[in-house]
Structure formats: structure tokens, C-alpha cells
């Protein structure tokens, strides 16, 4: 299949339900491929590992919105999204980032295990016996447990939590490659409510300072000239959609993993300890974030093609995960993989700020899930949601079963006794 085919495919609603086996016909043209005159496709892992740490590559700065999105500057969603730590680049990103990082310290991160383990057993204590019908796993834990996370960093009332998914379920649709003017203005209309509700919260939190990441970036902006008032909301914003939509996904998919993976989940559920290389894997086999983009600056030259100054690059980080020269049988789930390093979280400046919070949540939660909830099983069929970028379940009904199952335990070392499929 012809490249420019094959990138149509993937933005189709057929091609993000599933990319996969389009990444597949994108590899087989090599691991950097041009698909349009300044536009070029990454598939393969070094290239993209590289491509995101290398300096003449950067986000899509307001010169080339400007000739690329005519009218982004009339868009509440754009714009919001355009004013943050994840559309700028240095030095304003790096000032950015520099403000919010204090509150995903690793000893903070470490401090919130055992908050993140509360909320999950209270998570799994509220969910109905089986005897009483599916439920559906988003609703009931993959969404609210990250929500309730981030919104403690951000010191966000728990009465409002709730709010948050509709507004962060609508403005994430202005992070696809593609966007209707249908999904626009449901994204509109979501940042638009979201930047309202923190206006509220700044100027409760310049009232009332807290221990909070919202009083924290309140006191960068009233300290001087180092935090703008649209910067403020925007990376708000941004904390929070970023906070949970991405750990959401990876809760979700996940947790499908492991349940077609008994023996896998066997394993996990009586060695905790694993979780960690679990973790990765399944950030691996099915990424929640499965691409960014990058505009370059300068010459260079990746996979045997020469990238122009100004060439768009979309890196696939999905397809770079499961780049066979980088893991072989990459289409296989296998926690015992040895020196597994997704990419999901990107590389370089971008890396995503809250990946170590995200790991956590994830290193906590399936564990647990798999001890409470040893007849946990999918009821039904999962629904997609139909988006490329952040890849995830709308729904994914379960049963849940908290009668002990009888299982064989494989031992702990990897090989034919190893959790593998």
C-alpha cells in the first residue's frame, strides 16, 4: 500500500479503531517514510527516540498555527491548548515546565502511593457483586481513580471531580490529527467551562493559598513576570486533561491485556513486585498515546531520508513500541521482556511531566484489581473510542467476581513457565 494510502487508512475511523496493522503497511516502506511534499511518517523506535530528543525538531509553534490552522486563534480549545507547557517550545516551555515540575518530585510521587492505593480499594469496595449485572470499568475505576489523583494535586473540591470527564472527554478530541468542526466546538465548549472553573479556582486559591499545584502556579504568576495569566490556565488546563485522560487509557487497555492473558495475570496477581516491568509492557503492547508531532528547524537526515527545514513529522508511537528491530515479536504481550522502554510518554524535553504518577497508579491499581477481584472478566464487547492519539475504551463492561478463582501460578522465572499468552 501506497504511503499517503496508508496514512489515510490510519485517520479513517476503521484505521484508529485498530492501527495497528496499518502501522505494519507504514513499516514495510521503512522507518521514516515522506507521505506528502514536507510531511513524513516515523514507525521505527530508534528514529523516534531520536527525532524527540534532537533540538532541531519542535512543536508547532503561533507562526506556523498561523499557516497551517488559519483561525486556531478564535478557537477556546486551540488556543488553551497552544498557551501550554505541551505546545510551546524554549525557552518558554522550559520555564513552564520548570514551575509545575516541583509537584511531581519523586519523593512527592512516592508520598502519593498510598493515597492512590486508598482511593482504589474504595474504587473496588463500591463496585456491585457480580450477581447484580456488568459494570462498566471506565466509569467505575479507570476514570475516576486518576481523576481523583490529579484533582487532589490540584487541590480541585472531590464534590467536583465528576465534572471532569465530559470536559476533558471534550477538549482531548483538539489533540487528534484531524478534527471536524463538529468535534471542534465540542472541544470549544469544553475548554471553555474548564478555563471558567479554574479562573474560580485561582482566585479562591489567591484568597486562600493551600498546599496545592494551583496555589503553587498562582504564586509563579502574582511573583512576577515568570507565569502569564493565559499560561496559568492553559498548563491548568493541560495538567489536568493530561493528569488522567492518559492514565485512564492505560488502566483500560490494560486491563483487556491481562484479562486475555490469564497466566500473565495469574503471575501479577500473587507478585506485586512484578508490576513495574508489567507496567511497561502493557505501555508498550498497546500504548495510551500513540502519536506526536514535531516540525523541524534545520536539516537532517533519519532512516535514509533527508528532512527538510519546516518538514511536518508525525511520530508514531504506537508503531515505534512495537518496531520489531527493537523487540522482537512485537505483536506478543511479554512482561519479561528484558530493558522494555515505551515510548508512550515521548522522550526528550516533552516527556510527560506526570509519567512517574501514571506508573504509579497503574503499579498499584492492577495488582490490586487482580487480588480483590480474582473473577474479574470482560462481559460483553468493549467500545472503542475513535481516536488515534489517545487510545482508549468509551466503555468496557466487566463482571466482577470476588469469589476466588482456582489458578495455576507459573513460576517466576521467564521461559515456557513464564506468564506468556
Same mark, same amino acid.
Given at each position: 500500500?501506497?504511503?499517503?494510502?496508508?496514512?489515510?487508512?490510519?485517520?479513517?475511523?476503521?484505521?484508529?479503531?485498530?492501527?495497528?496493522?496499518?502501522?505494519?503497511?507504514?513499516?514495510?516502506?521503512?522507518?521514516?517514510?515522506?507521505?506528502?511534499?514536507?510531511?513524513?511518517?516515523?514507525?521505527?523506535?530508534?528514529?523516534?527516540?531520536?527525532?524527540?530528543?534532537?533540538?532541531?525538531?519542535?512543536?508547532?509553534?503561533?507562526?506556523?498555527?498561523?499557516?497551517?490552522?488559519?483561525?486556531?486563534?478564535?478557537?477556546?480549545?486551540?488556543?488553551?491548548?497552544?498557551?501550554?507547557?505541551?505546545?510551546?517550545?524554549?525557552?518558554?516551555?522550559?520555564?513552564?515546565?520548570?514551575?509545575?515540575?516541583?509537584?511531581?518530585?519523586?519523593?512527592?510521587?512516592?508520598?502519593?502511593?498510598?493515597?492512590?492505593?486508598?482511593?482504589?480499594?474504595? *474504587? #473496588?469496595? $463500591?463496585?456491585?457483586?457480580? +450477581? %447484580?449485572?456488568?459494570? !462498566?470499568? /471506565?466509569? @467505575?475505576?479507570?476514570?475516576? =481513580?486518576?481523576?481523583?489523583?490529579?484533582?487532589?494535586?490540584?487541590?480541585?473540591?472531590?464534590?467536583?471531580?465528576?465534572?471532569?470527564?465530559?470536559?476533558?472527554?471534550?477538549?482531548?478530541?483538539?489533540?487528534?490529527?484531524?478534527?471536524?468542526?463538529?468535534?471542534?466546538?465540542?472541544?470549544?465548549?469544553?475548554?471553555?467551562?474548564?478555563?471558567?472553573?479554574?479562573?474560580?479556582?485561582?482566585?479562591?486559591?489567591?484568597?486562600?493559598?493551600?498546599?496545592?499545584?494551583?496555589?503553587? *502556579? #498562582?504564586? $509563579?504568576?502574582?511573583?512576577? +513576570? %515568570?507565569?502569564?495569566? !493565559?499560561? /496559568?490556565? @492553559?498548563?491548568?488546563?493541560? =495538567?489536568?486533561?493530561?493528569?488522567?485522560?492518559?492514565?485512564?487509557?492505560?488502566?483500560?487497555?490494560?486491563?483487556?491485556?491481562?484479562?486475555?492473558?490469564?497466566?500473565?495475570?495469574?503471575?501479577?496477581?500473587?507478585?506485586?513486585?512484578?508490576?513495574?516491568?508489567?507496567?511497561?509492557?502493557?505501555?508498550?503492547?498497546?500504548?495510551?498515546?500513540?502519536?506526536?508531532?514535531?516540525?523541524?528547524?534545520?536539516?537532517?537526515?533519519?532512516?535514509?531520508?533527508?528532512?527538510?527545514?519546516?518538514?511536518?513529522?508525525?511520530?508514531?508511537?504506537?508503531?515505534?513500541?512495537?518496531?520489531?528491530?527493537?523487540?522482537?515479536?512485537?505483536?506478543?504481550?511479554?512482561?519479561?521482556?528484558?530493558?522494555?522502554?515505551?515510548?508512550?510518554?515521548?522522550?526528550?524535553?516533552?516527556?510527560?511531566?506526570?509519567?512517574?504518577?501514571?506508573?504509579?497508579?497503574?503499579?498499584?491499581?492492577?495488582?490490586?484489581?487482580?487480588?480483590?477481584?480474582?473473577?474479574?472478566?470482560?462481559?460483553?464487547?468493549?467500545?472503542?473510542?475513535?481516536?488515534?492519539?489517545?487510545?482508549?475504551?468509551?466503555?468496557?463492561?466487566?463482571?466482577?467476581?470476588?469469589?476466588?478463582?482456582?489458578?495455576?501460578?507459573?513460576?517466576?522465572?521467564?521461559?515456557?513457565?513464564?506468564?506468556?499468552?
Amino acid at each position: 500500500m501506497d504511503p499517503t494510502d496508508a496514512l489515510a487508512l490510519l485517520m479513517s475511523p476503521e484505521g484508529r479503531l485498530d492501527p495497528y496493522p496499518t502501522y505494519e503497511r507504514l513499516r514495510a516502506h521503512g522507518p521514516v517514510v515522506q507521505a506528502g511534499p514536507v510531511f513524513y511518517v516515523v514507525t521505527g523506535y530508534a528514529e523516534a527516540d531520536a527525532i524527540l530528543r534532537d533540538s532541531r525538531f519542535g512543536v508547532m509553534d503561533d507562526a506556523l498555527r498561523d499557516q497551517f490552522m488559519p483561525g486556531w486563534r478564535e478557537s477556546p480549545a486551540v488556543l488553551s491548548i497552544s498557551r501550554s507547557m505541551l505546545r510551546t517550545n524554549p525557552p518558554d516551555h522550559s520555564r513552564m515546565r520548570r514551575l509545575a515540575a516541583g509537584a511531581f518530585t519523586p519523593r512527592r510521587i512516592a508520598a502519593m502511593r498510598d493515597v492512590v492505593r486508598a482511593q482504589a480499594d474504595e *474504587l #473496588v469496595d $463500591a463496585m456491585p457483586a457480580a +450477581d %447484580r449485572g456488568p459494570v !462498566d470499568f /471506565m466509569a @467505575a475505576f479507570a476514570y475516576p =481513580l486518576p481523576v481523583g489523583v490529579i484533582c487532589a494535586l490540584l487541590g480541585v473540591p472531590a464534590a467536583d471531580r465528576p465534572l471532569f470527564r465530559r470536559w476533558a472527554t471534550d477538549l482531548t478530541g483538539v489533540l487528534e490529527p484531524e478534527i471536524t468542526a463538529d468535534e471542534l466546538a465540542v472541544a470549544d465548549r469544553g475548554a471553555t467551562e474548564l478555563r471558567d472553573y479554574f479562573t474560580e479556582l485561582v482566585a479562591a486559591r489567591r484568597r486562600a493559598p493551600a498546599d496545592d499545584l494551583t496555589t503553587a *502556579l #498562582v504564586q $509563579a504568576h502574582d511573583g512576577g +513576570d %515568570r507565569l502569564s495569566g !493565559d499560561e /496559568m490556565l @492553559a498548563n491548568l488546563i493541560v =495538567l489536568l486533561v493530561a493528569g488522567f485522560e492518559t492514565t485512564t487509557n492505560l488502566l483500560g487497555n490494560g486491563l483487556v491485556a491481562l484479562l486475555e492473558h490469564p497466566r500473565a495475570a495469574a503471575a501479577l496477581r500473587e507478585r506485586p513486585d512484578l508490576a513495574p516491568a508489567y507496567v511497561d509492557e502493557l505501555l508498550r503492547y498497546d500504548s495510551p498515546v500513540q502519536l506526536t508531532s514535531r516540525m523541524s528547524t534545520a536539516p537532517s537526515r533519519y532512516g535514509d531520508v533527508d528532512l527538510p527545514p519546516e518538514s511536518w513529522v508525525i511520530v508514531l508511537l504506537g508503531a515505534a513500541n512495537r518496531d520489531p528491530r527493537r523487540y522482537p515479536d512485537p505483536a506478543r504481550f511479554d512482561p519479561w521482556r528484558a530493558q522494555i522502554a515505551p515510548l508512550s510518554f515521548g522522550a526528550g524535553p516533552h516527556y510527560c511531566l506526570g509519567a512517574a504518577l501514571a506508573r504509579l497508579e497503574a503499579q498499584v491499581a492492577f495488582p490490586l484489581l487482580l487480588r480483590r477481584l480474582p473473577g474479574l472478566a470482560v462481559a460483553g464487547r468493549p467500545e472503542r473510542r475513535v481516536r488515534l492519539t489517545l487510545r482508549g475504551h468509551a466503555t468496557l463492561p466487566v463482571t466482577v467476581g470476588r469469589e476466588a478463582a482456582p489458578v495455576t501460578v507459573p513460576g517466576t522465572r521467564p521461559g515456557a513457565a513464564g506468564p506468556t499468552p
